[in-house]
């Protein structure tokens, strides 16, 4: 599998720790596994130099539509990012706050990644049929190649993994590669 590094850019989705009472977010041990993988390609990609964009819940409580389907879940100054990432510890790290399933919906994404020159996504993230899914919708829909990290995403509220990747696949042309090969990729 080759990655262009001058072109490519890691998206995390949703890789998130919370205070309170958050009705998605609880930590489990499938969870741990999304964590230290999404780490490790978090870390391959800063030592290649490439950016890493964190695309975060940051649900604003009685006004986000999503609230109404999944309850108070990723509010805004509640929910960050997984410590284990170290979220803006990298030269070429960005937060892009996000209040619909999509990295992209009404955020300024797209200008970003444009702005980087990046062309290619590697994806890491929950849900992979949510959040995932709808960012790489939107991927498709703006012209990116994207890579799905499949041991560095999981499916916990809706359908299946499998049929997640599946769908990566068969309708955003997605390449599927695991955490050993993306880190080999990049070292």
């Not at 262009?4 to 009705?23: F, P, W």
């Not at 510890?89 to 999509?102: A, L, T």
Request: aromatic fraction near 6%.
């Amino acid at each position: 599998m080759a990655i262009d590094r001058n072109s490519t850019a890691v998206l995390v989705i949703d890789v998130l720790v919370t205070e309170g009472t958050d009705t998605v977010y609880n930590p489990t041990p499938d969870e741990e596994r999304v964590v230290r993988n999404s780490a490790r390609v978090v870390d391959a990609a800063r030592a290649a130099g490439m950016p890493v964009i964190f695309c975060d819940d940051a649900h604003i409580p009685g006004v986000d539509k999503e609230l109404e389907l999944w309850g108070d879940h990723g509010i805004k100054g509640l929910a960050v990012p997984n410590p284990a990432l170290r979220a803006g510890s990298g030269e070429r790290d960005f937060i892009v706050p996000k209040r619909r399933y999509s990295g992209f919906f009404g955020t300024s994404l797209d200008l970003l990644l444009r702005e980087l020159g990046v062309t290619t996504l590697v994806a890491v993230g929950e849900d992979t049929n949510i959040c995932v899914l709808h960012t790489l919708a939107d991927a498709y829909y703006l012209g990116y190649e994207t890579i799905v990290v499949e041991d560095a995403t999981r499916t916990f509220l809706c359908g299946t993994q499998e049929a997640g990747i599946e769908h990566f696949v068969k309708c955003y042309g997605s390449r599927i590669a695991s955490t050993d090969e993306v880190v080999a990729e990049l070292a």
